[in-house]
């Protein structure tokens, strides 16, 4: 089946360029579904998350077959091929601490297709796994987090494509005793929103971006981040945290006390993370 879907995604890049582009295409031609997804209540109903704990049984979903060749065009070579960054766990509505090896079975919100990170959540989702109301998710983490430094510095780098938007954090920069330092947003017409942790800079940093490939960098030294995207300077931060804390980085969607009203979905492409001595020279200005 995957040869054949290979076949029939060759014809749809023959129009994108080869290079990484501003240019949006039709969100339906990025990927394929094979299968259903239940309603949450069906979800609910069918016993399979336990109320109030981490579940392990998980929830399998309908299949996303990524058109890798169209994404890999609008990525750019330099990501095209690029492995997603390892070792990661997953933060779901039914399990915080889901390890690679049961990925497959919280396939309903996270999948990987190739190098790219497929993320959902579907209308009228909530958190289950303890008491705490609403702040449906589904989230990767970083699990090699690091304490302050000044000379150590970490980036996580990746494209991101928003195939059905919404109101959520797509990416946090989090500390374990500060909670996050910044956030980055989308909103709910297919915007990007960068909201560091006092608000002050808050602002809009792209709009109508469905099916638009952001190349997003963000550095951090446990003190101090800053954010790029698409080789912009966006905005750089203080956020000091506690003694013996760690810092690590989030992405996916978290929607805290906000009811999920559609359906979402987005693309993470060639996400990967590298430990510096220093900022890159290139980027040491805004």
């Known amino acids: 089946m995957r040869s054949g879907m290979l076949l029939f995604f060759a014809g749809l890049a023959s129009s994108v360029l080869v ?24 979800v609910l109903a069918g016993g399979q998350l336990t ?9 399998k979903g309908s299949k996303i077959l990524v058109n890798l060749k169209l994404v890999h065009s609008l990525v750019g070579p330099a990501i095209a091929n690029r492995p997603i960054v390892r070792p990661i766990n997953i933060h779901t ?50 699990k090699r987090p690091w304490t302050p430094s000044t000379h150590i510095w970490h980036e996580w780098s990746g494209v991101y494509i928003i195939i059905k ?8 920069v989090f500390n374990n005793k500060r909670v996050w330092a910044v956030h980055l947003g989308m909103g709910a017409n297919g915007s990007v929103i960068v909201d560091p942790r006092n608000h002050k800079g808050r602002r809009i940093i792209a709009r109508n971006v469905v099916g638009k490939p952001l190349f997003v960098r963000v550095f951090d ?29 989030r992405w996916g969607m978290y929607k805290g ?9 987005y693309f993470v492409v060639g996400a990967t ?13 805004p």
């Open 273 to 285: 993370i590298r430990v510096l001595k220093s900022l890159p020279k290139n980027l040491k200005s």
């Open 51 to 59: 109320l109030d704990r981490n579940s392990t049984h998980g929830v």
């Open 165 to 172: 938007p919404g109101n959520a954090c797509i990416f946090q």
């Open 93 to 142: 509505v039914g399990n915080a601490f889901v390890p690679p090896s049961q990925f497959s079975r919280w396939s309903r919100w996270y999948q990987e297709d190739g190098n790219v990170q497929i993320f959902r959540l579907f209308k009228g989702e909530t958190n289950v796994r303890n008491k705490r109301s609403l702040a449906a998710r589904i989230e990767a983490y970083y």
């Open 221 to 249: 030294n446990g003190d101090q981040w800053r954010i790029y995207l698409d080789g912009k300077f966006i905005e750089s931060g203080s956020f000091p945290c506690p003694a013996k804390s760690k810092t690590t980085f």
């Open 19 to 42: 290079s990484h582009t501003t240019l949006a295409v039709n969100v339906s031609r990025l990927y394929k579904k094979i299968g259903t997804d239940p309603s949450w209540a069906q």
């Open 257 to 265: 006390e906000k009811s999920v009203h559609h359906d979402m979905m």
